[in-house]
């Protein structure tokens, strides 16, 4: 597995894993608890040895489950977890960023993970009431205590980057990044250009819809969030399934699959941009780390550019409300 470098001197796998599938977001879970521990056991097997988790995910048991599974490993890998979120009865009730609530978050974060310290701590959304210098001041005091390594937001804007990175050094943002969605290219990613500040993108198989295996007959559980994204209903879906079919055009002339084309394609953007898919299947685990090995040229890439611009993006990424904490 190819090795990449975020801010301030952080080396992940390229390709990383997003856990938050395994407690929530896309319904039942086809495999056990015990296959999610086989799967994120084997992800590191295979050499993909970043993996993302969050407080909420659950909430909390997805921070259980990635603890229990990479206790007897903790070396081996990179462990990145999010705060932020006022959490009352297992529901989600707004954001929550006070210095006391991200002190407390730690806390209770490194005991589920098993660990002594988080080695990637997200704000996960910009919390209006708080001042992003009081984040950052809050972390670099956890920094200081040794409970954390590296700080990072998620879904921040350039303004917020600039100045919570002014107050401590930013390792990575973490944001919706794919063919699909481009929010984070026109002021995000050249400050972090600027700033040697690594990208992480999240969903970067579009939840799914870049890998070919979602289409405007596929039946959603009541649990999937997809139930609620816009881009994802039938009508939008139909619309959308042009760009899959030219991603799928690519992938069979190179023998490899869609899903590595959309991760090929963003690892093709920058060298520090290190994408976290999401799957509770092994053997879709080591397809997506496979894309590490899928080289795309520069008129691959600047033909897949030319049709996702051609065709557009029919549906928003978020419902109204998701919409609304986004700060791109
Ligand atoms: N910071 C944030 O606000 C935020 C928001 C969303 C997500 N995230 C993080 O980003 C990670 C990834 O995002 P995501 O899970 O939303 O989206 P994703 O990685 O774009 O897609 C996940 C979906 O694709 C399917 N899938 C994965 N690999 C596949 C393959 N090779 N072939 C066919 N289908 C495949 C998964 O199904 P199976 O599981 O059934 O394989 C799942 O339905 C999350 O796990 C989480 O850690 C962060």
Do not use: C
């Given at each position: 597995?190819?090795?990449?470098t975020?801010?301030?001197?952080?080396?992940?796998?390229?390709?990383?894993?997003g856990?938050?599938?395994?407690s929530?977001?896309?319904?039942?879970?086809?495999?056990?608890?015990?296959?999610m521990?086989?799967v994120?056991?084997?992800?590191?097997?295979?050499?993909v040895?970043?993996?993302?988790?969050?407080?909420?995910?659950?909430p909390?048991?997805?921070?259980?489950?990635?603890?229990?599974?990479?206790?007897p490993?903790?070396?081996?890998?990179?462990?990145?977890?999010?705060?932020?979120?006022?959490?009352?009865?297992?529901?989600?009730?707004?954001?929550?960023?006070r210095?006391?609530?991200?002190?407390k978050v730690?806390d209770?974060?490194?005991?589920?993970l098993?660990?002594?310290?988080?080695?990637?701590?997200?704000?996960?959304?910009?919390?209006p009431?708080?001042?992003?210098?009081?984040v950052?001041?809050?972390?670099a005091?956890?920094?200081?205590?040794?409970?954390?390594?590296?700080?990072?937001?998620?879904?921040?804007?350039a303004?917020?980057?600039?100045?919570?990175?002014?107050?401590?050094?930013?390792?990575?943002?973490q944001?919706?990044?794919?063919?699909?969605?481009?929010?984070?290219?026109?002021?995000?990613?050249?400050?972090?250009?600027?700033?040697g500040?690594?990208?992480?993108p999240?969903?970067?198989?579009?939840?799914?819809?870049?890998?070919?295996?979602?289409?405007a007959?596929?039946?959603?559980?009541?649990?999937?969030?997809?139930?609620?994204?816009?881009?994802?209903?039938?009508?939008?879906?139909?619309?959308?399934q042009?760009?899959?079919?030219?991603?799928?055009?690519?992938a069979?002339a190179?023998?490899?699959?869609?899903?590595q084309?959309?991760?090929?394609?963003?690892?093709?953007?920058?060298?520090?941009?290190?994408?976290?898919?999401?799957?509770?299947?092994?053997?879709?685990?080591?397809?997506?780390?496979a894309?590490?090995?899928?080289?795309l040229?520069?008129?691959?890439?600047?033909?897949l550019d030319a049709?996702?611009?051609?065709?557009?993006?029919?549906?928003?990424?978020?419902?109204?409300?998701?919409?609304?904490m986004?700060?791109?």
């Open positions: 597995m190819h090795v990449r975020l801010g301030q001197g952080l080396q992940v796998s390229a390709v990383g894993l856990a938050m599938g395994m929530q977001s896309y319904g039942p879970n086809p495999g056990s608890r015990e296959d521990i086989g994120l056991r084997g992800a590191v097997e295979h050499g040895t970043f993996i993302d988790t969050a407080e909420v995910y659950g909390y048991v997805n921070e259980e489950l990635v603890g229990e599974a990479l206790e490993i903790r070396d081996q890998v990179v462990i990145a977890t999010k705060f932020g979120w006022n959490i009352v009865d297992g529901t989600m009730q707004g954001v929550d960023s210095p006391e609530q991200i002190r730690a209770d974060s490194l005991r589920r098993r660990t002594d310290v988080i080695d990637l701590f997200y704000q996960h959304r910009v919390d009431d708080v001042p992003i210098e009081d950052a001041g809050t972390v005091e956890l920094v200081q205590a040794g409970k954390v390594r590296h700080f990072g937001l998620s879904e921040a804007g303004g917020t980057i600039r100045r919570a990175h002014a107050v401590h050094p930013v390792t990575a943002v944001s919706e990044y794919s063919l699909w969605t481009r929010d984070p290219e026109p002021e995000v990613l050249p400050t972090l250009a600027e700033l500040i690594g990208f992480v999240f969903s970067p198989l579009g939840k799914g819809f870049l890998t070919g295996t979602v289409d007959t596929t039946a959603f559980s009541a649990g999937d969030i997809r139930t609620r994204v816009p881009r994802f209903t039938a009508e939008n879906l139909d619309a959308n042009a760009l899959v079919a030219y991603v799928r055009t690519i069979e190179k023998g490899v699959t869609p899903g084309i959309a991760l090929a394609w963003l690892l093709a953007q920058q060298p520090w941009i290190v994408p976290i898919p999401g799957t509770r299947r092994l053997s879709r685990m080591t397809e997506n780390a894309a590490t090995t899928v080289a040229s520069a008129d691959e890439v600047a033909d049709v996702a611009a051609r065709i557009g993006v029919s549906g928003n990424r978020y419902d109204e409300n998701g919409m609304a986004v700060g791109l």
